[in-house]
């Protein structure tokens, strides 16, 4: 089982930037697996937002935040960042990461280990 912890959010003015980490441990099991970035607004279901591979450098992204978030790895400190630019109030949530094996990479029910969340708000 995986267990992660996110780090990085924080207040920030609209057009502004903020980097997520999501640092991933783990007892060794010979899989690799892929991790994604979700997030939670009041009221709101759960929703997708980036995803990448562990074992290669494939990505999606919601079409909300295509050109403006980034997500990326660094392997030696098993992290995985989401890179956040241009930031708009409506990105305002609780950021969670998860891991997965297989499944629909949008999909919440793909996911098998997930963070605490960290909380991100964007003024206007």
């Known amino acids: 089982q995986v267990q992660l912890v996110e780090s990085g959010g924080g207040l920030v003015q609209a057009g502004g930037s903020l980097r997520l980490s999501c640092a991933a441990s783990?007892?060794?099991?010979?899989?690799?697996?892929?991790i994604g970035w979700f997030r939670q607004a009041p009221g709101k279901e759960r929703e997708f937002v980036a995803r990448?591979?562990?074992?290669?450098?494939?990505?999606n992204y919601d079409h909300s935040v295509q050109g403006r978030f980034t997500i990326s790895r660094d392997n030696a400190k098993n992290t995985v960042y989401l890179e956040m630019n241009s930031l708009k109030p409506e990105d305002t949530a609780v950021y969670y990461c998860?891991?997965?094996?297989?499944?629909?990479?949008?999909?919440?029910?793909?996911?098998?280990?997930w963070g605490q969340g960290t909380q991100v708000t964007v003024s206007s």
């Open positions: 998860a891991s997965s094996y297989s499944g629909i990479y949008y999909k919440t029910t793909s996911y098998e280990s």
């Open positions: 783990s007892r060794y099991s010979g899989r690799t697996y892929n």
């Open positions: 990448i591979t562990w074992n290669d450098d494939s990505t």
